[in-house]
């Protein structure tokens, strides 16, 4: 088989593919093994699943697998979005959890996450060595596996059902009283995936009212990609329009993604959403701290940290990092660009359902749409422009382009002084005016993904041009 690899947020392959029976025997052997160490093993591991193809048949394997080795398998009695099955983590006090899925990737994929006890992502310490694990593992070829129900009769097997415990706490997180005085009227896209009946649910419960789409299990996604990117919440926006909703909001398929429709029909982007909350927590709630951002995501948050006296952590891309910046260095908000955010308060995994009901609460105590909450932010901080590029390549123009990127120490960029140049993943130049650029090689694709920010979208695209004339890339 391929070597399977842990990337940002876990191992994720094609069905019947590299994505079979026997691989995630062997994965989940790996994290057993990982896990016979853990002071925690005792209380067991939780197991949750999305709704993908077959995803509750792994999930079986899985705890098969966990029970085999002595270690209790926590099994979710239902399909679970990721933030909630890592929430179950905390109530059990368990050792960490495993997840399949493969988030908002194509139908054809799964995938497995481990969870570790802090209910964040796994940093690479973690990973490297379940597949040191893994690698001896595959060598040897030797699973333990036990039958569920003697595993049960044991007591190294129990379903249970996530959804009362998560729901309890999240609601704690939000200002659900501001809400439901507001009377919202709210369109709800779990986009076919583990969110659904949870962001619906507990909006209508405390007061909105609610349309859900698209909220039964389709293992094809409707034939399109779990993901709520402005490209495919097209039907979302539709319906915000037709109803004269206040707000549009969408789950991806593990629901730890966030998308938003304003009630004018407009898609506000994760960084807005992240400027917008961020601002938000500091002047209405009163959190008072430093924010966690990774390097592709928008420097207003930047701005906002300043004008209050704080400081923003800067993290390579990946939410394990910026989950490790609220554990060990307080940021009271954590965000990045493609979708995920977390706040103090919560655990340290990204959550598209507690986004939303921010979102919810946003508008509810403002009495106003996003749209024009965001032109206020813009007004006092600056507008920012922000987009981002994927460019597909030749894998040896991948390898040449790499390699330039390296050595690419310019003074200057597009009749601009560089400020500061940043190597923490990428080539990140930040210029005298306060534009910036960030170039990130795919892991995976011979692919290169271009990062902009600018005052306006003429300047935005002067840069991005001049990225690619740089380094050839068409």
Known sequence: MKKIKFGTDGWRAVMADDFTFSNVRLVAQAIARFLQKHPLKENGVVIGYDNRFLSEHFAEEVAKVMAGNGVKALVVNRAAPTPVTAFAITTYKACGAVMLTASHNPPEYNGIKFIPEYAGPALPAVTDQIEEELARVTETGEVGSM????????????????????????????????????????????????????????????????????????????????????????????RVLKEKADLGLALDGDADRFGVIDSGGEYIVANKVLSLLYYHLMTVRGLKGPVARSVATTHMLDRIAQSFGFQVDETPVG?????????????IMGGEESGGLSIQGHIPEKDGILACLLMAEIRAVHG?????????????????????????????????????????????????????????????????DGSWLLIRASGTEPLFRIYVEADSKEQLEEIQDQVIKQFHMK
């Open 319 to 331: 939410f394990k990092y910026i989950g490790e910046s609220m554990m060990k260095r307080g940021s």
């Open 368 to 432: 106003k749409n996003l749209t024009a909450l965001l032109q206020e932010i813009d007004e006092k901080f600056g507008g920012a422009a922000t987009e981002r590029l994927d460019l597909r390549v030749e894998p040896k123009v991948k390898d040449r382009i790499s390699r330039e990127i390296k050595c690419f120490t310019p003074e200057s960029f597009c009749g601009r002084q560089v400020r500061e140049r940043c190597t923490k993943d990428g080539l990140k130049l930040i210029l005298e």
């Open 147 to 238: 039958p569920l129900k003697e595993a049960g009769e044991q007591g190294l097997y129990e379903e249970f059902d996530p959804m009362p415990a998560y729901i309890a706490h999240i609601k704690e997180l939000v200002d659900v009283d501001a809400i439901c005085r507001a009377n919202l009227k709210i369109v709800v896209d779990p986009m076919y995936g583990a969110g659904i009946n949870y962001l619906d649910g507990i909006l209508t419960e405390i007061g909105s009212s609610v349309t859900a789409l698209h909220n039964y299990r389709d293992p094809l996604f409707g034939g399109s990609l779990p993901e709520p990117s402005a490209r495919v919440l097209h039907e979302l926006r539709e």
